[in-house]
């Protein structure tokens, strides 16, 4: 009896155990240890995650690492000569290709009787340098003038009237320079046009050397679209100087182009904009399109300063012809007469000025990056004339 007794007692033990144990709830898993407070992610090397404002979950900002030392090797940026006394460093390779003319007509003018076929001669190397018709006739008369007022001449005095006779026509006091200069923080535009082959693009990289080599900033406009070549020509100029080149694919609106780059010139207060354009329009009509809207376009944001037509040297009654086309399409305001290093006919600085009734600005005289001088009509005569 007492066993049922015990039996009974410890049956009941385990009955109220095991219900405890089973009503209990489940233990919990131990938690981890609690970190220390993170610190920021990005001093940690890690993105930071991404957060919500307003609602709107924002872009993880992700802290570049520092920059690794590039392979590529940027170019350095140059920094050419001024503008200012160009023509006189550059006056061997004038007077190398102008010699023969200046030469030939000092040696004539020193003879000892001019006859009238002397003068005729004396008149014939004038046209045969490009100085055209009327003029050539013009100086000849001015100078037997001053010859039959002198009577017996020194080649001193010859070569001061031939001098002074050039310098005249030329026009010693005519306004040459390039406006360039910007109105507080808007910049200048200067335009460049002209047929294709003449040095177009040349001239603006040239020009961008000069005016950085005088202290100002440039952005050039690569709207000759026409050429992809072209641009990649301007970009490698502009990068040069540390020049920013606008550029489009090739067949873009050159408008456009032209646009941003003025644009850009305002965006970032550039002193100057220059605009390159395309040459290759046979047409009248088509030209007058094209640089029409250019001009247009660009003229919605500031008004140009400059229409800079490019003319080759060496391309005689040709390329005159051709500069009428232009300077009916556009008001030119200046010429650049490239070239000028590879012939003897001075005389087109004369005959153009005078057929434009613009003035020639700015001269090319290599192709070397720094061959670009502005015009300066006495060290030009001297050239020619030779010591
Ligand atoms: N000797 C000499 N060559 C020059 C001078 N100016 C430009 N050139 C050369 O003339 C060639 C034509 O120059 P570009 O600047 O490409 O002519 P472009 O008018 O822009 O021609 P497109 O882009 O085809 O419209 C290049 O080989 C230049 O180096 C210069 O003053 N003297």
């Given amino acids: ?16 155990v095991g219900g405890v144990m089973f009503l209990r709830p489940a233990r919990r898993r131990p938690r981890p240890p609690v970190e220390p407070e993170e610190r920021p992610r990005a001093e940690a090397g890690e993105a930071p ?40 460093r550059l006056r061997a390779r004038l007077a190398r290709s102008q010699g023969t003319f200046g030469k030939a007509l000092l040696g004539l003018l020193s003879r000892d009787t001019l006859d009238d076929e002397a003068w005729e001669e004396i008149e014939d190397t004038l046209i045969g340098a490009d100085m055209g018709v009327a003029v050539s006739r013009q100086i000849t008369e001015d100078l037997r003038t001053r010859v039959q007022v ?17 310098i005249k026509q030329i026009g010693p006091d005519v306004d040459r320079s390039v406006k360039t200069a910007p109105h507080g923080t808007r910049p200048a535009v200067v335009l460049v046009v002209g047929v294709n082959g003449t040095g177009k693009t040349t001239t603006c990289g040239k020009l961008a050397r000069v005016l950085v080599g005088d202290g100002r900033t440039v952005v050039l406009g690569a709207a000759d679209t026409f050429r992809a070549a072209a641009a990649d020509q ?18 873009a609106d050159p408008a456009s182009v032209a646009f941003d780059a003025v644009k850009k010139g305002m965006d970032d207060k550039t002193d100057t904009v220059i605009v390159d354009t395309a ?20 003229e919605k944001q500031s008004p140009i300063d400059e229409i800079l037509l490019v003319l080759d ?21 200046g010429v650049v007469l490239t070239k000028l290093d590879g012939t003897a006919k001075g005389g087109i600085v004369v005959q153009v000025q005078r057929e434009l009734g613009v003035p020639v600005k700015l001269v ?13 009509p006495e060290a030009f005569v001297d050239a020619i004339l030779g010591d």
């Fill in 49 to 88: 995650a991404a957060t919500v404002e307003d609602g709107r979950a924002t872009a993880p900002v992700i802290e570049k690492p520092p920059p690794v030392p590039s392979a590529r090797v940027e170019p350095e940026i140059e920094r050419p000569p001024p503008g200012a006394g160009r023509l006189v």
């Fill in 364 to 376: 090319g005289l290599g192709e070397g990056a720094d061959d670009l001088a502005p015009f300066e």
């Fill in 150 to 166: 002198l009577g017996t001449r020194t080649p001193d005095e010859v070569r001061g009237m031939l001098r002074d006779e050039l």
């Fill in 313 to 333: 040297a060496t391309t005689g009654q040709n390329g005159m012809q051709q500069a009428r086309v232009f300077a009916e399409v556009v008001n030119v305001t």
């Fill in 1 to 16: 009896m007492e066993y049922v007794i015990l039996f009974a007692v410890l049956a009941a033990l385990i009955v109220v």
């Fill in 234 to 251: 301007l970009e490698t100029w502009g990068s040069r100087v540390g020049a920013p080149v606008v550029r489009r694919d090739e067949g």
């Fill in 279 to 298: 040459g290759r329009l046979h047409t009248k009509t088509g030209l007058m399109d094209e640089l029409g809207k250019v001009k247009r376009v660009i």
